[in-house]
């Protein structure tokens, strides 16, 4: 089982309908949670950060954690067709120091 | 948000050449620094990280002394391809934290093409 697993896609949704973007990870000892956007043949980009259970609102963007769950989820509102790249899950687990585990990312288009 | 530069992005060398690529951040001070690679289609793979002042960790796999990494000082880590053959050709990131939160910050990564 990978500690960090995400559904590779492609998710594919309508420009201005609601993305959801999940994530499911393995060790109950995680404490940090990102997300990171990654355009074709760029690097990744740091969009949300989560350390606590509940929704956490940025902009178009809303991170959802449930750490009974093990499940981190991104929603992007009015989905725009710059949204479209593929969107990793990264965690930091207990006894990790700094080092986060990325699951293999979800590729997500948004058609105008 | 916290700046990550990275010199070159693109290289393109001889089979047994070596390359040289640094990562610095820009506007703080990084305790820790990350070296990972990405393959075409692939996800990330971290391949070692640095600390400041002491040797580099290497994931299980990644061979310390063909990619050797220098981190001299809280701003600037180097990772030196030595020996370079065509199947070293990826896209070699860098991230940098402050230790805060555990947030990594990347650099925009450097392309390597060995022919």
């Known amino acids: 089982q990978k500690e960090v697993e995400q559904n590779s896609g492609p998710l594919s949704v309508p420009e201005g309908a609601i993305a959801s973007l999940n994530c499911t990870y393995s060790d109950r000892g995680s404490q940090s949670f990102f997300w990171y956007r990654q355009y074709s043949g760029k690097s990744p980009e740091l969009i949300m950060s989560i350390y606590s259970n509940g929704d956490k609102e940025d902009g178009r963007f809303t991170a959802q954690l449930n750490k009974a769950s093990q499940y981190v989820s991104l929603l992007i509102r009015d989905s725009q067709p710059s949204d479209s790249a593929t969107y990793l899950c990264?965690?930091?687990?207990?006894?990790?120091?700094?080092?986060?585990?990325f699951g293999g990312g979800t590729r997500l288009m948004v058609k105008p | 948000g916290a700046v990550v530069s990275q010199h070159p992005s693109r290289v393109i060398c001889k089979s047994g050449t070596s390359v040289k690529i640094e990562c610095r951040s820009l506007?703080?001070?990084?305790?820790?620094m990350f070296w990972y690679r990405q393959f075409p289609k692939q996800s990330l793979m971290l391949m070692a990280t640095?600390?400041?002042?002491?040797?580099?960790?290497?994931e299980q796999g990644v061979e310390k002394d063909k990619f050797l990494i220098n981190h001299a000082s809280l701003t600037l880590s180097t990772l030196t391809v030595t020996s370079a053959h065509p199947e070293d050709s990826s896209f070699y990131i860098c991230?940098?934290?402050?230790?805060?939160?555990?947030?990594?910050?990347f650099g925009p990564g450097t392309r390597l093409t060995v022919l």
């Open positions: 506007d703080f001070q990084a305790t820790t």
């Open positions: 990264a965690v930091n687990t207990y006894n990790a120091g700094n080092m986060l585990t």
């Open positions: 991230s940098a934290t402050t230790g805060s939160y555990n947030e990594q910050f």
């Open positions: 640095s600390n400041e002042g002491s040797k580099a960790t290497y």
